[in-house]
């Protein structure tokens, strides 16, 4: 598993539309782009050239601290290892999309926080994992 690192991975994965939401939770979204839509020029019957690449997008609008987004940032990197061999192949991007209770989590950087959003994005990555797999697998619709 590799880090995404580069704009157009992330633009590509953000900008695919609806179809490539494939897990929401109470406070991330799991985006997916397959490997076999980025690769160009492979030849029939060949993997495809791409492996599995992680990103993370924590906007300051909902975690307005830096120890906070930190924090979530690792928890992500961290939940794509332990989730690295059910994953297909392709550009997997989790984004925040909606802040964390401060009433519920005071510190920023507590352990209270830390388990809450291992547990949601275990829970996210397992069913974004599932419905990838189920998508890969369907036939393609036909025009």
């Not at 926080?113 to 996210?124: S, V």
Request: hydrophobic residues 45%; aromatic residues 6%; charged residues 25%.
């Amino acid at each position: 598993m590799r880090r995404l690192k580069q704009r157009a991975g992330f633009e590509r994965a953000l900008g695919a539309g609806p179809q490539a939401i494939v897990a929401r939770s109470p406070h991330f979204m799991l985006h997916f782009v397959p490997a076999a839509e980025l690769s160009t020029g492979q030849a029939p019957g060949h993997p495809p050239a791409v492996d599995c690449q992680a990103g993370a997008v924590l906007p300051k609008r909902w975690a307005r601290r830096a120890v906070t987004r930190n924090l979530l940032k690792r928890q992500v990197y961290a939940c794509f290892e332990r989730h690295a061999g059910d994953l297909p192949a392709g550009i997997w991007v989790v984004r925040l999309r909606t802040a964390f209770d401060r009433e519920q989590f005071r510190s920023s950087a507590s352990e209270v926080l830390k388990r809450a959003a291992r547990q949601e994005l275990d829970a996210l990555l397992a069913q974004g994992a599932a419905r990838a797999r189920r998508q890969l697998a369907a036939p393609p619709a036909s025009t």
